[in-house]
């Protein structure tokens, strides 16, 4: 288990009957949709090589790939997390799925709160930015549970180890990115 399969749990919190519950109503629109996890999708990019003319193959898989059921339109979500953050990759990944809108609708991100400073670069590009806070549980082979929203493994409290294993979060928080009110 790691925070992005946390993140992506607690985005959609399924009901006990299988309905997505989540924040993810929020960012569609509607309680009426369908969620697909990790769905490979095929597209052809004209190839800018001097050297080969024709198509590619891209091969694109969002996150999240949703289906409003009341009106048929989709969207690709990608969220990140904050372990190993790459912003660069990132933008790359949400261009890809836009250049493809046959599948995709809309193209959402969702970033770590601790790296907001770079969603208006994402806003600039015309992408929809959300922005996620959690506590990380960790549970130290004493028995001991810390809670923590850092990144690193911290050490246990009790015991003082190192020895740590993720257990999930909690105060999870999902928001738009709105840029700060002109004063």
Known sequence: MTIHDELVRELIKLADWGKPTGYIIEIVGSANIKCVLEE???NHEERKDPVFVGFKIVEMTPDIFVTNQSTGKTTAIELES???WDFAHSLRQIKKYRRNSKDFN??????PKKYE???PLY???GFRVYLWKATRIWECRCKEVTEDERT???KCLS???TELEFKGVKDVKFEPFEYPVKP
Do not use: H, N, T, W
């Open 159 to 161: 015991c003082k180890s």
């Open 106 to 111: 809309d193209v959402v991100v969702i970033i």
């Open 117 to 119: 400073q770079f969603a």
């Open 40 to 42: 490979l999708f095929y």
């Open 123 to 125: 806003k600039l590009e």
């Open 82 to 84: 904050d372990v190993k």
């Open 152 to 154: 690193v493994k911290p």
